[in-house]
């Protein structure tokens, strides 16, 4: 990562959500989605446009001092 130290700190998984069936934890640094640095969550969001839903997505993530690999697949927020 050429001792990138940015990146956007998971504060939540919901549970049986994309991120917890992708494996992602609470904690974890999300580095890169789909190819493409993600540094704020509006990074994030500009990739979880309405293309991207039911469409596997790469997720590189920094937990505990490792680099971590996982796919994600978004779904539609269905409200509660």
Same mark, same amino acid.
């Given at each position: 990562?050429?001792? %990138?130290?940015?990146? /956007? %700190?998971?504060?939540?998984?919901?549970? &049986?959500? #994309?991120? !917890?069936?992708?494996? $992602?934890?609470?904690? !974890?640094? $999300?580095?890169?989605? !789909?190819?493409?640095?993600?540094? @704020?969550?509006?990074?994030?969001? %500009? /990739?979880?446009?309405?293309?991207? *839903? &039911? %469409?596997?997505?790469? *997720? @590189?993530?920094?937990?505990?001092?490792? /680099?971590?690999?996982?796919?994600?697949? #978004?779904?539609?927020?269905?409200?509660?």
């Amino acid at each position: 990562l050429g001792g %990138r130290s940015t990146g /956007l %700190r998971v504060a939540s998984v919901v549970a &049986g959500g #994309p991120a !917890d069936q992708a494996g $992602l934890r609470t904690g !974890d640094l $999300l580095l890169t989605a !789909d190819g493409h640095e993600v540094a @704020t969550a509006q990074d994030l969001q %500009r /990739l979880m446009f309405a293309e991207a *839903i &039911g %469409r596997r997505l790469g *997720i @590189t993530v920094m937990r505990n001092g490792a /680099l971590v690999d996982v796919i994600a697949e #978004p779904s539609e927020l269905v409200a509660a």
